[in-house]
């Protein structure tokens, strides 16, 4: 049956290497300079954050063997990152204002959902791409 | 029948799983499962544990916002 194809690439996918990118751009010279407004200075980091820690977070579960595939993300881990993003950011720590940083501001939940669902609208894509690639070549074969 | 890795259904008339790519043999009930879902407990451990994973990277991420490194 041979060696098993890696549909998703996890730190290589093109949506965590663009997250990557547009992070410290956002850091750096968006933010710093204003431009983009309260978009970029409060909400476009929020969005990028599934985005860019899902294929992350995955990749450590694959690393130590609890993902045993390479397949794109489902919305189930989607949903859960976006789940523990929310109780870490939203619950854990305003309850702690003294030692983090945080404001506990409630649009970032949607910030982190608007990001998790462009980023699993094109996982989704990329997957039937994946599969309609694997059914020409199981026809062809 | 369903893929043994992502629990995705299987057609028999192709030799790779439609969602991860593995492949396997419709004529070996080894290179498959007959349900598409592992047992009780093996679910509960999977999402006990990719919970625990997410909340931890979630923390680290909040740590290092902690050091205003990350201006979020």
């Known amino acids: 049956m041979g060696k098993p194809p890696r549909p998703f690439r996890y730190l290589a996918d093109p949506v965590c290497i663009s997250s990557l990118i547009l992070y410290p751009i956002n850091r750096f010279c968006l933010k710093p300079h204003h431009i983009g407004g309260w978009?970029?200075?409060?909400?476009?980091?929020?969005?990028?954050?599934?985005?860019?820690?899902?294929?992350?977070?995955?990749?450590?579960?694959?690393?130590?063997?609890?993902?045993?595939?390479?397949?794109?993300?489902?919305?189930?881990?989607?949903?859960?990152?976006?789940?523990?993003?929310?109780?870490?950011?939203?619950?854990?720590?305003?309850?702690?204002?003294?030692?983090?940083?945080?404001?506990?501001?409630?649009?970032?939940?949607?910030?982190?959902?608007?990001?998790?669902?462009?980023?699993?609208?094109?996982?989704?894509?990329?997957?039937?791409?994946?599969?309609?690639?694997?059914?020409?070549?199981?026809?062809?074969? | 029948m369903y893929c043994r890795h992502c629990y995705a259904k299987l057609d028999a008339e192709f030799h790779h799983c439609p969602r991860c790519g593995y492949g396997f043999d419709a004529a070996d009930p080894s290179s498959c499962l007959a349900r598409p879902f592992p047992d009780k407990w093996r679910i509960i451990k999977y999402i006990f544990f990719t919970t625990i994973i997410s909340v931890v990277a979630a923390f680290i991420v909040s740590t290092f916002q902690m050091a205003g490194a990350s201006g979020h």
């Open chain 1, 39 to 141: 978009f970029t200075h409060g909400y476009l980091n929020d969005v990028l954050c599934l985005p860019l820690f899902v294929p992350m977070i995955l990749y450590a579960q694959y690393v130590i063997g609890l993902r045993k595939h390479a397949a794109y993300p489902s919305a189930w881990e989607i949903f859960q990152n976006w789940l523990a993003f929310i109780f870490i950011f939203q619950v854990v720590i305003v309850r702690f204002p003294k030692t983090f940083i945080a404001a506990g501001d409630p649009w970032d939940i949607l910030a982190y959902a608007a990001g998790g669902i462009i980023a699993g609208v094109y996982w989704s894509l990329a997957a039937r791409r994946f599969r309609r690639q694997l059914i020409a070549k199981s026809s062809g074969s």
